[in-house]
């Protein structure tokens, strides 16, 4: 089982930016970041395959948000730009057994215990 820990989430006014990193224990292939809103279930927000060359990304983060990795640190990166309030949540990152990138929650093994982030209006 890989061990997934979440840093770099906080506090930020709306229009500002946040970088949240996702260290695994061990090298892993596809990952993912998905989040969770006060009352909502949890939903996708980027993917990415296992070498860093292909990323998916949710239609309400396109163009904001950006997934990468660095294998060598065996770390994962979401540089969150232009942030809105409706971006608060509790964000998690995941790895899955493939090199497949994937959107789908099921399609995951492990997961960190999630950052908070908060953008005010």
């Known amino acids: 089982q890989v061990q997934l820990v979440e840093s770099g989430g906080g506090l930020v006014q709306a229009g500002g930016s946040l970088r949240l990193s996702c260290a695994a224990s061990?090298?892993?292939?596809?990952m993912g970041w998905f989040r969770q809103a006060p009352g909502k279930e949890r939903e996708f927000v980027a993917t990415?395959?296992?070498?860093?060359?292909?990323?998916y990304y949710a239609a309400s983060v396109k163009g904001r948000f950006t997934i990468s990795r660095d294998n060598s640190k065996n770390t994962m990166y979401l540089q969150m730009n232009s942030l809105k309030p409706d971006d608060t949540a509790v964000y998690y990152c995941a790895a899955r057994s493939s090199r497949v990138l994937s959107w789908m929650l099921h399609e995951y093994d492990d997961w960190g215990q999630g950052t908070q982030v908060t953008v005010s209006s």
């Open positions: 990415i395959n296992w070498s860093g060359e292909y990323t």
């Open positions: 061990e090298r892993t292939f596809a």
